[in-house]
């Protein structure tokens, strides 16, 4: 699969320029930006997508960015009409200017540790984050760029990082605003763990939600959102807008369903809230799990329910066994089986809520990665109460 990519470019004060000739990509995912910069044949930063058309949205097709260069290029760019208006949602890496800032940002922390970055590589960027690598002589380094909604993904990497070293990416600076400079993580992203690996990722997690409950109010102070029980009911149906709602509304009866969770006695931890392998990286001596934007404080049956989401049954049941029994052995009396059951058709409601909530805190142009998603979750929701 290929992407047919159009560059539109600004310079640093946002003035258009036009626009590069189109070329062919061999990666298809839009977000992925390392191998647009690389075939460019200028020097570029690519700051947002404009629009993009194929037959599934994130993927291949046709895509336009804006990029942002340090001068006019010294090749032909044709007239390229684009809507330059700026926008309330708008991330500030995706601002001309905004990446030469960040990149600023991060060399005077890796300064500050004595490893200074020889090489910086824009590897990402779409409407969740914007990531580069910094390579020096001492080591590898990752600056990653999130909205507002994911800022307290830092106060959770230096909370953990205490009780669970070398489970989470070690947290090397951050501005309190989005910007994290992390150490790098040995190993490839795990999308493609079979039953197994899930079950190891399984057990780590287990682990690391048993040593974070005494982390607990120390996350909430720290600005990770709080959604135990009530609260999570709260949020559900204030993020949800009414109007995607299917006509059997899955949020009846959610205050009740949750109390009974509640009975069930597995204490609130903290939750990744996207606990799939893709967001697991590994070397095949250790697991690191990445990407904590989506953390919560809440029930822990929502990271297994997303580690074991598209499994078959036959696949499924025996990490879901597995899980209950950890959790009765960590907490006599408790009953983990209920709990999943009765969360299942909430996990849902709650994937839904998390992409309307992107859906209303990203720019219009950036919403056609997630569209599809909150009426697929709802639909999940439905047919699990039923």
Not at 10 to 33: C, H, I, K, M, N
Not at 275 to 288: E, Q, S, T, Y
């Amino acid at each position: 699969m290929t992407r047919t990519v159009t560059l539109v470019l600004v310079d640093p004060t946002g003035r258009p320029l036009g626009a590069l000739p189109e070329y062919e990509v061999d990666s298809p995912w839009w977000q992925e930006v390392d191998p647009v910069v690389r075939g460019a044949p200028v020097e570029v930063t690519v700051l947002r997508l404009l629009d993009g058309h194929g037959d599934r949205p994130g993927a291949a097709g046709r895509v336009r960015y804006l990029a942002e260069v340090a001068e006019p290029p010294a090749v032909p760019l044709r007239p390229a009409p684009v809507d330059l208006t700026p926008h309330p949602l708008r991330a500030p890496f995706a601002e001309p200017g905004g990446p030469p800032a960040s990149i600023a940002w991060a060399r005077a922390a890796l300064d500050r540790l004595g490893r200074p970055a020889e090489t910086v590589t824009q590897r990402r960027t779409w409407n969740l984050s914007a990531i580069w690598r910094l390579d020096s002589p001492l080591g590898t380094a990752w600056l990653k760029q999130v909205p507002g909604f994911f800022r307290h993904e830092a106060a959770v990497l230096r909370r953990l990082g205490t009780v669970t070293p070398g489970r989470v990416p070690v947290l090397l600076a951050d501005d309190g605003d989005g910007r994290m400079l992390l150490d790098h993580v040995p190993g490839e992203d795990r999308y493609g763990a079979d039953p197994t690996e899930r079950a190891a990722i399984a057990v780590d997690q287990h682990d690391l939600q048993v040593r974070a409950l005494s982390l607990v109010d120390d996350l909430v102070a720290d600005g990770v959102p709080d959604l135990r029980g009530p609260a999570l009911v709260r949020w559900i149906r204030a993020t949800i807008p009414a109007s995607a709602l299917p006509t059997t509304d899955p949020l009846d009866g959610l205050e009740e369903r949750l109390a009974q969770v509640a009975e069930c006695g597995v204490p609130d931890t903290l939750v990744h809230g996207d606990l799939h392998p893709g967001n697991v990286r590994g070397d095949g001596a250790r697991r690191v799990v990445i990407d904590w934007g989506d953390a919560f404080v809440g029930h822990p049956a929502f990271d297994i329910l997303r580690l074991t989401e598209g499994l078959s049954p036959a696949d499924a049941g025996p990490l879901l066994a597995a899980w209950c029994a950890r959790w009765r052995d960590s907490v006599p009396g408790c009953d983990p089986e209920r709990a999943v059951a009765l969360l299942r058709p909430v996990a849902a409601l709650r994937m839904a809520a998390v992409y309307a909530m992107f859906l209303a805190g990203i720019e219009p142009s950036e919403r056609i990665y997630h569209a599809d998603d909150v009426p697929r979750y709802l639909a999940e929701a439905t047919s699990a109460v039923g």
